[in-house]
């Protein structure tokens, strides 16, 4: 890449894809389990109870997900890397021992039954899978941490090749335990993702060593050896932003057990959404491309064209799926999803359009806030989302709740029989377009400072 030769869209393309790739690689993975599940004896109960205690996992697992971008910053040197190794080992462990306390005392009907409010008859299967969700939390940030020193080293292959296999991992241990055992679905792939987070833990950890050994130097000159306070500056902002955005799934679930056709919506969501992340990952995979590429000349106006064109495409994906066959091969084949769910989901599938054309804006924008290093505009964007989808789930569990059918007549249950998922679908996406307006607004400046860059080279 010559910083001094505009940018083209082949050039845009071929940086754009393998990153694609492999965040369709992860993202992947939650709908072939809740697929799994699916299949499984009573796969309301187990789908609605697999999505809840995932959330439930992942939102405790949030601050570790920002262990990528901090290894990739800071191991710049072999002391720096083992002294951010050991901090990210103790902030994995109090998390790790906040999950035991929820997963094994009296916390956790506190939680799931009172805060968020879940059907009784979820109570087990949710317990059950979220204690065996227990290593989640220090494999994904160790495995993150490590894959940031590869990253940094240029040993990207290295981290396809382990999420990969761990994916293979996955869907043959669930094939080979809905074959061989009566295990319940929610048990199934609760087992399945925590074998496969702990075996990639395990792969990083072995195949980052010699990187360590031959490309991090002991000293680097003009560096200091990273101390606590530094680690925790550029760490929390991170760790915030991704926890605003992983607590988006809790509330949810917490807001369809109030609402109308709670188990129903509960069993729904997590295949949504699970579509939703597979057609996304196109869209999350722009935001490198955008901070890679900014620093050329005319790059402002062909990332923009490039994100259009895949904005438009990605919007193509969910509207196939509800005018064509593809939407029942998906849902009925793949998903399993269950016969009496089928038209609701393909209904709630039109609301769903607009929201991957959001996501490629949005990754445009916070690339280029993150290449002007305004990083403060992300973690605003995100607090702004959170709090337009937190108070639309609100209102619609004020007037749509699940006892609206018994309210008077001329209450404010205008919302009564509409299935909460729908609510759902409609609040994420007013989320998201809060965000694009804020991060179009920070923006603003960031592209003046680059149009002024580009104009003197």
Known sequence: ??????????????????LALS????????????????????????????????????????????????????????????????????????????????????????????????????????????????????????????????????????????????????????????????????????????????????????RVRPVVQDNLISITPGHAPLSWGRFLRFYLPLALTTLMQMMLQPLVSASLSRMPDSIGSLALWPVLFGVLLVINSAAIGFVEVVIVHLDQPGSIEALRRFALRLAVLLALVPLALSVTPLGDLWLIRFAALPADLLQQAKAALWLVIPLPALTTISSTLQGTLINGQRTRGVTEADAISLATVAILLTLGTLWGGRNCLGQAEGSAAVLCGVSGVYIAVVAYAAGSVARNLWLWRRSQPVYLSIRLRHARA
């Open 1 to 18: 890449m010559n910083p001094s030769t505009p940018i083209s869209s082949r050039e845009i393309f071929e940086t754009w894809w393998p």
């Open 23 to 206: 965040w369709l690689m992860i993202t992947v993975e939650q709908p072939i389990l809740a697929a799994a599940v699916a299949r499984s004896g009573d796969p309301k109960i187990q789908l609605a109870a697999w999505g809840l205690a995932f959330s439930l996992a992942i939102a405790l697992a949030a601050p570790s997900i920002s262990m990528l971008a901090v290894s990739t910053s800071l191991s710049r040197d072999r002391m720096s890397y083992r002294r951010g190794r050991g901090y990210m080992l103790w902030l994995s462990l109090g998390l790790t021992f906040v999950h035991f306390i929820l997963a094994f005392t009296p916390a956790f009907e506190l939680v799931v039954l009172g805060l968020i409010s879940a059907p009784p008859e979820l109570a087990e299967p949710v317990r059950t899978g979220f204690r065996i969700l227990l290593p989640l939390v220090p494999s994904l940030a160790l495995r993150r941490y490590q894959y940031g020193v590869l990253i940094r080293c240029g040993k990207t292959r290295a981290v396809s090749l382990g999420t990969v296999t761990r994916l293979l991992i996955e869907v043959a241990l669930a094939i080979g335990l809905f074959q061989l055992t009566g295990l319940d679905g929610v048990v199934v792939a609760s087992t399945a993702i925590a074998t496969g987070v702990v075996y990639e833990a395990i792969y990083a950890t072995i």
